[in-house]
């Protein structure tokens, strides 16, 4: 069993509609949890960062972590077409390496 | 502020060829990481460098990949001989001292094995 499981999609909504993306794990030690979008033929980019359970909310995107369920969520509200990205998962214990999901692909047609 | 800078953006070598990426980590950022993302994946860890030391290789195919980090500023990763299967997109992040979990990601450099 991998230690991060994300969806890969591709995950299709029409422009404006509310995006919940998510990922399980199974390493009970993670304690910082991301999550990174991609665009095609670029690096990742930091959208999201907590630390332990609970929500973050920044503009458009709400972070949130269930450390009892092992259960990490993203919402987009009001998505837009510049949205389409894959978006990752990521986490880690420590001072460890960041391990990611595979990534879901989103399509948010106008 | 710069980013993270990566050369070549692309490569395509055939099988048993060497090959070497570099890259340039955001001035100041003491860790430097290398990730492998073969199409469809996350990103996997292949070496992560505190200054010029290396944190965690565990991940790394040492019979054919090597990376060094001198004077604890640029990397180099070299794959020799490469595989068909080290064909993937290889990206370089850098992480500043203070413990912020913010990795910055370069661009990356797209392998592509014949």
């Known amino acids: 069993q991998k230690e991060v499981e994300q969806d890969p999609g591709p995950l299709s909504v029409p422009e404006g509609a509310i995006v919940s993306l998510n990922c399980t794990y199974s390493n009970s030690a993670f304690q910082y949890f991301m999550w990174y979008r991609q665009y095609s033929r670029k690096g990742p980019e930091l959208l999201m960062y907590?630390?332990?359970?609970g929500n973050k909310e920044d503009g458009r995107f709400t972070a949130q972590v269930d450390k009892s369920s092992k259960y990490i969520s993203l919402f987009i509200r009001d998505s837009q077409p510049s949205d389409s990205a894959t978006y990752l998962c990521?986490?880690?214990?420590?001072?460890?390496?960041?391990?990611f999901g595979k990534g879901t692909s989103l399509l948010v047609t106008p | 502020e710069a980013g993270v800078a990566q050369s070549p953006r692309y490569k395509i070598i055939e099988k048993r060829q060497s090959v070497a990426f570099w890259c340039n980590p955001i001035?100041?950022?003491?860790?430097l990481y290398w990730y492998q993302q073969i199409l469809g994946q996350g990103p996997k860890l292949l070496i992560q460098f505190q200054n010029n030391g290396v944190v965690d290789d565990s991940q790394l195919p040492k019979d054919r990949f090597s990376a060094e980090r001198l004077k604890g500023v640029d990397s180099t990763l070299k794959i020799q001989p490469a595989k068909l299967e080290d064909s993937a997109v290889y990206l370089c992040?850098?992480?500043?001292?203070?413990?912020?979990?913010?990795?910055?990601f370069g661009p990356g450099t797209r392998l592509t094995v014949l």
């Open positions: 992040a850098s992480r500043p001292v203070i413990s912020t979990d913010t990795q910055y």
């Open positions: 907590t630390y332990s359970s």
């Open positions: 990521a986490m880690r214990s420590g001072a460890r390496a960041l391990n």
């Open positions: 001035s100041g950022h003491a860790t």
